[in-house]
Structure formats: structure tokens, C-alpha cells
């Protein structure tokens, strides 16, 4: 008997390994790279900023001041390791290191009396966070535009590509990384002197979905969402779900996670969203797409078949100063006008034509971002000025 338990067990054990190596190998086949750790970008201006998790410990001192981008940017780049209480779905004593841009821009007599607004951005899978601000090039606008520009990292011993794990059951009901977030967002908003009523939160791919969960269980504190090349809400369950439901959707289940939510938070308030996806997407379907708006008409409590304005913006040439392929934008708006004629737009949807799984209008030096426009970074930080939270 105790043999045939112990040859049992080993079996249990061969096929647990076959299926961790199948579920590698798919993630790998998706993101296109082998199987190795996410690669970090190495130019000049991030240097100083990337010295390792080994040099940002609970001390929480931010590193010395820094340039964020190319050309130099003259705010301060900070990075700074978080240590918060263990939640459920983290391990005792986890910390997450995140880096901080403060623009140098002199504030206006409105922005020193109500604070900084901010924008917390969530890499994707195989990205670090400072590949994020590089690729996105979210800093160098936040600097015109006087934002502060918050990039959480997902750790290494959480996930070995830095994925979040948007998937997990507890993490889409506000466990796991998402009080994590919270807690960074938080400090920030208490040091640096943020505006509580303009936190937005945006990502791409995984940190897209991770940033829709943030928000969904946390209303009162994000005013508006920027999802690019993100999956639907509410399924996935395992690495496998979560890459079927990257493929295919989750049209069975669409509506379901968001009545959920409402049940539990009648009071739930309207939450602006920006949805981006390109067209030619091969990771995260533009289905996902689809079904994301549908659960931004569900969440904020508009008819299914609402009708939305229209905009087909033409691609312009290769050769041109800013090239970008030709895209479409639908707009959604309230149907009543609670918070006034500039903050009744509550959701913005734009597909772009011939765009695979990257950043639109990025740095194309980093992995997962295209330098064919439209450029994401400016469509999302325009939306979000158009809202706050009250």
C-alpha cells in the first residue's frame, strides 16, 4: 500500500511538472520572448534609478534625484520600496518597490491649494517599472502638464516575469497586490501633497486589468481608468483560465463579476474609463475589447445598446513627423449631466488599426511599445483631466 501511494504521489508530482512547463511555454508563445527575466531598460537616464530591489529596503529614503527620460527631464525621479501589513494572498514581511515622478513645473495657485494630481501606472508582463516610464513616455507629459507620475513594480518572487496576478480570485475581490497599491498610493498622496479627488489609474496588458481591479474595489479613491490591451474583468481563475480568457474572452460571464459588484456597492459611483486595443492585438484579443465595454456601460448604468459618437481619425504617412495608424474612437456619455457638460464623457473606446500588443506611440527601443501613433500616453492623460472624484 505504501508503495502504491508513494508511486501515486510521484505521478501527481511528473504531471504537475508537464503542466507548469505547458503553461510556460503558452506564456512565452504569447509574449514572444523566451522563457528569462523581464529585460531591463539600461539607457543613461534611467541608471540611477535602476540599481536593483537590493538597494531599496524598508528604510523607504528615495534614491537621488534623477532624469526620467531622453531628452532630460528636469523633475525628480524617485525610488522608493513600500513595506505595508501582510494581506491575504501576500506573503509575511512583502514589499513592493515603486518609483515616483514629481514635475519640476511651477504649480499654479489652484494645483498648491488642492495638491498634485497623480497617475499611478502598472506595467505589463516582462516589463520593469522603469521600462513602463521609458516606453510610455508618460513622464515627459505629466512634466507640461503638471501631473505626478506613480509606476508600482511587481516583484520578481511574486511572479518570475513581473506579471500581476489579475487572474487570482482574491486579488479581483481587493486582495492580494491590490491593498499593496492601495497602501503605495496612499503614502504617496500623504508625502508629496496629491489632490485625493485626481488619482487615475492606467496599464497595459496585465497591469490594465490589475489597474481595473484597483479601481472596481476601490472607487471612493481612483476618479478615472486608462486600460490598454487589458483582459475582462471578472474571470481566468488559473494561468490557464487567464490565457484562455486573454484568447477568447469571457463572453459567458461579461456581466456577472460587475452585477456582483454592484450588489455589494449599491452606492458604487460612476467610473470614467478609456479603453485602447489594437486591432491586430495576437495576446489579449480585441474581444476583450468588447466585452470591456461592456461592463463600463453595466458599471455605470448604461443601456446595453447605448448609442455613442463616432470619430475615424485616418492613418498618416511613415515619413511623416508623427506617424500613426488610422484609429477609431466611440464616446459614451451620461445620460443625465450630475457632474456637468466637461465630466459627462464616462467612457472613451479606441481601436487602432494595425497595432499589435504594444504601447501606442511609445519608445520602440522598449520591448512592448510601437512608435506608430496614435500616442496612448496623450489620450489617456487627456481623459483623465476632464474628471475628478466628488
Given amino acids: 500500500m505504501v508503495k502504491i501511494t508513494t ?9 504537475g ?25 539600461v539607457k543613461p537616464v534611467l541608471k540611477t534609478a535602476l540599481k536593483g530591489e537590493a538597494a531599496l529596503k524598508a528604510r523607504a529614503k528615495p534614491v537621488a534625484r534623477t532624469r526620467a527620460s531622453s531628452p ?30 514629481l ?16 497617475i499611478v501606472m502598472l506595467h505589463g508582463c516582462g516589463q520593469s517599472a522603469t521600462e ?3 516606453g510610455t513616455r508618460m513622464n515627459r507629459l505629466a512634466e507640461q502638464k503638471g501631473y505626478a507620475v506613480l509606476y508600482p513594480q511587481q516583484s520578481l518572487t511574486s511572479h518570475v516575469q513581473r506579471c500581476w496576478k489579475w487572474y487570482d480570485k482574491a486579488t479581483q475581490h481587493g486582495g492580494g497586490d491590490v491593498a499593496m497599491i492601495v497602501g503605495i498610493i496612499l503614502q504617496v498622496a500623504q508625502k508629496h501633497g496629491i489632490d485625493r479627488s485626481r488619482i487615475y489609474i492606467a496599464g497595459v496588458s496585465a497591469g490594465a486589468a490589475m489597474a481595473d481591479i484597483v479601481a472596481l474595489n476601490h472607487p471612493e479613491l481612483i476618479a478615472a481608468v486608462g486600460l490598454h490591451s487589458g483582459p475582462v474583468f471578472g474571470g481566468g481563475h488559473s494561468t490557464i483560465g487567464a490565457l484562455n480568457l486573454m484568447q477568447y474572452g469571457n463572453q459567458a460571464h461579461t456581466d ?9 456597492k449599491p452606492e458604487f459611483p460612476r467610473m470614467p474609463k478609456i479603453l485602447i486595443q489594437g486591432m491586430q492585438d495576437k495576446v489579449v484579443d480585441p474581444i476583450n475589447q468588447r466585452q470591456l465595454v461592456q461592463q463600463g456601460l453595466l458599471l455605470n448604468r448604461l443601456a446595453h445598446d447605448a448609442q455613442a459618437s463616432a470619430l475615424v481619425t485616418p492613418a498618416t504617412l511613415a515619413g511623416s513627423r508623427r506617424p500613426a495608424h488610422e484609429y477609431a474612437t466611440s464616446d459614451y456619455y451620461a445620460i ?7 465630466q459627462a464623457l464616462l467612457l472613451r ?7 499589435d500588443h504594444a504601447w501606442s506611440g511609445g519608445d520602440a527601443s522598449v520591448p512592448f511599445n510601437a512608435k506608430t501613433g496614435p500616442d496612448a500616453s496623450k489620450m489617456m492623460l487627456d481623459f483623465f483631466a476632464r474628471h475628478r472624484r466628488v
Fill in 7 to 15: 508511486l501515486w504521489m510521484r505521478g501527481l508530482a511528473r504531471a
Fill in 336 to 342: 443625465d449631466d450630475q457632474q456637468g457638460a466637461d
Fill in 256 to 264: 456577472g463579476p460587475i452585477a456582483d459588484i454592484l450588489q455589494r
Fill in 72 to 101: 532630460a527631464l528636469p523633475g525628480k525621479w524617485l525610488a522608493t520600496h513600500y513595506s505595508g501589513l501582510p494581506q491575504l494572498g501576500t506573503l509575511a514581511g512583502q514589499g513592493m518597490s515603486y518609483w515616483l515622478y
Fill in 132 to 134: 513602463f516610464a521609458q
Fill in 349 to 355: 473606446v479606441t481601436k487602432i488599426e494595425q497595432l
Fill in 103 to 118: 514635475p519640476h513645473k511651477a504649480a499654479s495657485a489652484a494645483v498648491q491649494q488642492r495638491g498634485l494630481p497623480l
Fill in 17 to 41: 511538472k508537464v503542466q507548469r512547463r505547458t503553461v510556460n511555454k503558452l506564456f512565452n508563445q504569447l509574449l514572444g520572448q523566451g522563457a528569462t527575466k523581464p529585460r531591463v531598460a
